[in-house]
């Protein structure tokens, strides 16, 4: 796939350039808690500095349209210099002041109701603030948003330099070097259906753990008792596969404490937390002799405190030789609070658009890029 890139765009001095970026950090305090997805622009955002080019940045933070990107802007403070605007009347004036090299903010477009709805009359306001679109914000490119799909129908567009990054790297994973492991953890295993039969025919190891696993202890006839899981059914396809793996053991929990259980040996009144002591001694097993690692989602339920597994398989696959590409909210913010992301070959800023681009080979806004939708 060859993606116009924002080196392809020309000469940039004086140039209104639109950037959508990936803002959506979580704020604790008034701060942004994990700026990943932020600093991962600097390279393009440093490119259109030193390039001279007038920037506009749109980008979201949250669901609830009331959250404010106040808290993003003190950031951008402190890495460009940069104006915070609330609409886009008042970005179209002050747009018209900024100095070649310096950037304005816009407030979080969940507050426009035509950005979700991809409203054909906001895709052309957003698109009048721009001489050029750069998308820079692959992880949410899966969205059929105004900010994504839209504003490309109206102006040159082209990919910025990590969204480039990501599709070279992620692409890796169609033909990888073998033996090639993936590791798939999170929920709703109906959304994971696609990924997983699409790399039963490339991966020589899928390890499935997380709440999906309880999809397939439950499909093998185990007891999974309260814990969380799908509505969908799996077929044998999956669950009968040599090549699917599951932790052989797991930490259950219960009102009165948590346990090692076996796979077989969950009580009714227990829910699967996370992977056990020999589940991980299983993925180390398969790292270990892997030539190429993609990781994506928690092992277990990361966010109420069950992080054990999750902290020993980044530090696990933080040591080991293969290739390594990881993504996934969860897994992202393990691996930044442990200061490892410079261990792995390529940490996507992606989630949900990282596995769709994995199962599909393209994201709504990749063929906005290409003018193909």
């Given at each position: 796939m060859t993606l116009p890139t924002l080196k392809d765009a020309g000469n940039l001095v004086g140039k209104r350039v639109l950037l959508r970026l990936d803002l959506d950090a979580p704020v604790e305090n008034g701060v942004p808690r994990d700026t990943h997805r932020i600093d991962s622009a600097k390279k393009t955002l440093a490119y259109l500095r030193e390039q001279g080019a007038k920037t506009i940045i749109i980008g979201h933070i949250g669901r609830d349209p009331?959250?404010?990107?106040?808290?993003?802007?003190?950031?951008?403070?402190?890495?460009?210099?940069?104006?915070f605007v609330k609409t886009t009347a008042e970005a179209q004036e002050k747009s018209a002041s900024l100095e070649d090299g310096t950037f304005l903010l816009i407030e979080n477009?969940?507050?426009?109701?035509?950005?979700?709805?991809?409203?054909?009359?906001?895709?052309?306001?957003?698109?009048?603030?721009?001489?050029?679109?750069?998308?820079?914000?692959?992880?949410?490119?899966?969205?059929?948003?105004?900010?994504?799909v839209g504003v490309p129908?109206?102006?040159?567009?082209?990919?910025?330099?990590?969204?480039?990054?990501?599709?070279?790297?992620?692409?890796?994973?169609?033909?990888?070097e073998h033996p090639a492991l993936v590791i798939l953890g999170g929920a709703k295993f109906e959304t994971k259906t696609p990924l997983i039969e699409r790399f039963l025919g490339i991966a020589d190891d899928i390890y499935v753990c997380g709440a999906l696993a309880n999809d397939i202890y439950k499909a093998r006839g185990y007891e999974t008792g309260v814990s969380?899981?799908?509505?969908?059914?799996?077929?044998?396809?999956?669950?009968?596969?040599?090549?699917?793996?599951?932790?052989?053991?797991?930490i259950a929990h219960s009102p009165s404490g948590s346990s090692v259980r076996g796979m077989d040996?969950?009580?009714?009144?227990?829910?699967?937390?996370?992977?056990?002591?020999?589940?991980?001694d299983d993925?180390?097993?398969?790292?270990?002799?892997?030539?190429?690692?993609?990781?994506?989602?928690?092992?277990?339920?990361?966010?109420?405190?069950?992080?054990?597994?999750?902290?020993?398989?980044?530090?696990?696959?933080?040591?080991?030789?293969?290739?390594?590409?990881?993504?996934?909210?969860?897994?992202?913010?393990v691996v930044s609070?442990?200061?490892?992301?410079?261990?792995?070959?390529?940490?996507?800023?992606?989630?949900?658009?990282?596995?769709?681009?994995?199962?599909?080979?393209?994201?709504?806004?990749?063929?906005?890029?290409?003018?193909?939708?």
């Open positions: 009331n959250e404010s990107l106040a808290p993003v802007f003190v950031y951008l403070k402190t890495l460009i210099s940069v104006m477009l969940r507050r426009f109701p035509g950005e979700v709805t991809n409203d054909p009359v906001f895709a052309k306001e957003l698109a009048s603030l721009g001489d050029l679109f750069v998308n820079e914000a692959f992880a949410v490119s899966h969205r059929e948003h105004a900010s994504i129908r109206l102006l040159p567009s082209f990919a910025g330099l990590v969204f480039e990054e990501e599709v070279k790297n992620l692409s890796k994973a169609f033909s990888p969380l899981v799908s509505s969908c059914e799996i077929g044998p396809v999956i669950f009968e596969n040599p090549k699917i793996h599951v932790p052989s053991d797991v040996a969950v009580e009714k009144d227990e829910k699967i937390v996370d992977a056990g002591p020999n589940g991980l993925i180390r097993a398969l790292a270990e002799k892997a030539k190429f690692v993609l990781w994506n989602g928690p092992l277990g339920e990361y966010e109420t405190g069950f992080d054990a597994g999750t902290i020993a398989l980044a530090q696990m696959l933080a040591e080991c030789d293969a290739e390594t590409i990881i993504g996934g909210g969860d897994s992202l913010a609070k442990l200061g490892l992301n410079e261990r792995f070959s390529f940490v996507s800023t992606g989630g949900g658009a990282m596995l769709e681009f994995l199962a599909n080979e393209t994201l709504p806004g990749i063929d906005a890029l290409l003018k193909k939708n």
